[in-house]
């Protein structure tokens, strides 16, 4: 009966925790990255707020949060208004070229944490 | 949005609706929250239909137990129709273009015939069938076939995210 649960067990972490690593999907969370500098467009809509930021090297995407989570967490549209500099803390998408999921977000030296 | 996206999808993804389910700050929130409760009505009406097939609940007449719960399981099923379409609409040509969600349509098309075939075999079975008798083996198989399929729907549609 012990080894049982304990297979139960087993059986319920081991995919929670597979799950839990890959945490945003897929995003490469082993390999943060920074993408810095003027927001370009700005969809903000559901599922998620969506820039394009172009930053030194070339335009990256930069997908945010739920616009609900956005405006509770302090980024309504005017916070992430095109024009405006940016700083995205994040992780590359292994799917999308030049695509990038933000943890977080620093305009005018306002943070905001979007996970 | 995915550039070779076929013209339809691209089409329904920039309609006025999909446009105001992404825009609106309630619409794809409450599509999401409206699918897992579908999802809720819709399985668990499967799994007692699925069970009585099986064997369980023999005190009572199979289609007692199987019929209204077959009617509420197909209730369940429109109503996750309904707000997936809406989830789909929002961002048809990627989740169009996602393999897990290429592997849930099948699997949502074969759980479909799988129904519609064992309301057709099962109906003389179900209609002579008195609590405490065994059903015919087809039922048994039907119905392992269902919850297999209709299980492997739901990791599938969750796991769209992770693709």
New interface residues.
């Given amino acids: 009966m012990h080894k049982m649960l304990a297979l139960i067990g087993l059986g319920l972490a081991v995919p929670t925790a597979v799950?839990a690593h890959?945490g945003w999907?897929?995003y490469d969370a082993a390999h943060p990255i920074t993408v810095a500098g003027a927001i370009e467009t700005l969809?903000?809509?559901?599922?998620h707020a969506l820039i394009t930021v172009k930053a030194p090297d070339k335009v990256w995407t930069v997908t945010l949060a739920?616009?609900?989570r956005m405006?509770s967490r302090g980024a309504p549209p005017e916070f992430v208004a095109v024009g405006k500099v940016v700083s995205a803390y994040g992780y590359p998408s292994t799917?999308e070229k030049d695509e990038m999921r933000a943890e977080r977000i620093t305009i005018d030296g306002k943070t905001v944490e979007l996970r | 949005m995915l550039h070779d996206a076929p013209q339809f999808l691209v089409a329904l993804e920039q309609s006025a609706l999909a446009s105001a389910?992404?825009?609106?700050?309630?619409?794809?929130?409450t599509a999401?929250v409206g699918h897992i409760l579908a999802l809720m009505v819709f399985v668990s009406a499967v799994v007692v239909m699925d069970a009585r097939l099986l064997g369980a609940f023999a005190a009572a007449p199979p289609a007692s137990v199987v019929r209204p719960a077959r009617r509420l399981a197909a209730l369940g099923l429109v109503l996750m129709a309904a707000t997936g379409s809406m989830l789909f609409a929002?961002?048809a040509t990627h989740v169009a273009g996602n393999p897990v969600f290429q592997i849930k349509a099948v699997l949502i098309v074969l759980g479909i015939l799988n129904a519609l075939l064992a309301g057709r075999l099962l109906r003389e079975a179900l209609d002579e069938t008195h609590a405490f008798e065994p059903l015919p083996t087809a039922a048994k198989v039907c119905a392992v076939l269902s919850l297999t399929i209709w299980f492997a729907t739901a990791a599938c549609g969750r796991l769209i995210?992770?693709?």
């Fill in positions: 799950l890959h999907g897929s969809k903000y809509e559901n599922p739920p616009t609900s405006r799917v | 389910i992404r825009q609106s700050s309630w619409a794809y929130m999401n929002a961002e995210a992770y693709f």
